[in-house]
């Protein structure tokens, strides 16, 4: 099994108490990682989109709505919320803290530990195919419906450190066309250039993060 770095280690609280926003974009270059009796599978986050419930009419959480699919929203930053498209388990991360029903989704993995693992499950040998979209990368991952509410603070589903992105590119959400005002809202954040985002579009601005 390929070696991981010593620090390696799960991003703790403090990281997932920002505002929805700044944590969507502080989370790129940041590992997902997932252990499985398989082994650990990991890849950097190069795409999120940030979802700001109740006021947003694509969110789950839109009028503070609260069911048994959203109910992990309303709870503490920092969980997992895991939820059903179309047969595909997409990951979430739950931000804004508690009754702040707010959630970033995790659009796309630079895959980096466990290659192999993830072209196994995907049936796939092209790397850039494994983790670009965020029903491959659950299924690359091994994350399921079963780490709904998982902390990730600590294994078995964690961030961890990777690296710093000298710019991000930052435009609108994808596939909530029928949500109003809501699918102009420039809240998708992706690493400028990334050969492994889901889908390349018009950006609305760019960030420069270079010093």
Known sequence: MEELPKHMVPLQQ????????ELAKAMLGCLLAKE???????GYIVETEAYIGPGDRAAHSYNNRRTARTEI?????????TYLMHTHCLFNVVSSGEEKP????????????????????RGLEELKNLTNGPGKLTKSLGITMEDYGCSLTNPPIYLAKGFYPESISVGKRIGIENTGEARDYPWRF????????????KFEYEVNLKL
Not at 73 to 81: I, Q
Not at 107 to 114: C, S
Request: no cysteine; hydrophobic share 35%.
């Open 14 to 21: 403090d990281f997932y108490e920002q505002p929805t926003l």
């Open 36 to 42: 499985t009796q398989q082994g650990i599978a990991a």
């Open 73 to 81: 929203m309303f709870h503490r930053s920092g969980l997992s919320y």
């Open 102 to 121: 707010e959630a970033i989704l995790v659009r796309a993995l630079e895959p980096r530990y466990g290659i192999d693992i993830m072209k196994t499950r």
């Open 190 to 201: 992706w690493v400028t250039n990334n050969q492994n985002v889901s889908r390349h579009q």
